[in-house]
């Protein structure tokens, strides 16, 4: 199959849907970042009192739930990502471009969104510990936010540009044969 380029072939992707695949990445980890951030403001003014032994131990369990979670998202993302990649084997005949799109499209999406739920999760953990003063007192659980981190780092280095959208079109077998 030969090689598609995106930039000739603009009834394939138009410039609107590469913009909008753009803005849900970028909206995804906007969403995120801004919550994390609020999170941070209220932990920060809140103050509130030390833990209690029953808070500690949640958040304790909470925080190692999010790291074996984390683990598993980030696993699921790769090996989701590179099986709805592969070309599929039942494609015997030519290859509609629109659908390819809207399939690499759903694989973009489900990627990203399977790196940003451990980041929600970190966050809401530090939400908790924030608002009842684990984050002033305890600045261990101030590490649930490293998701979040993971996940801007993440979305920059994958950032949907018009190239990368075009190599993982052709890997993805997309070309019109």
Known sequence: ???????????????????????????????????????AYLSL?????????????????????????AGVCYWLAGALFA????????DEGPVDPGT???RLRATIILRL???EAPAWFGVVICLFAGIRG?????????LNFA??????????KTFPSRSRVEYLFNKMGGAPG
Do not use: C
């Open 45 to 69: 003014v809140s103050g509130g009192t030390p833990l209690t032994r029953e808070e500690v131990r949640l958040l304790n369990l909470l925080s190692l739930l999010h790291v074996v979670a």
């Open 100 to 102: 390819s799109f809207h």
């Open 147 to 156: 998701s979040t981190l993971v996940l801007v780092i993440f979305a920059v």
């Open 113 to 115: 969104a399977m790196v």
């Open 1 to 39: 199959m030969p090689p598609i380029n995106l930039n000739e072939s603009r009834n394939t992707v138009s410039d609107s849907e590469l913009r909008s695949l753009q803005s849900v990445a970028l909206a995804m980890v906007v969403a995120v970042v801004g919550s994390a951030g609020i999170t």
């Open 83 to 90: 099986r709805r990649l592969s070309p599929k084997e039942e």
């Open 134 to 142: 684990g984050l002033a007192h305890d600045p261990v659980y101030w």
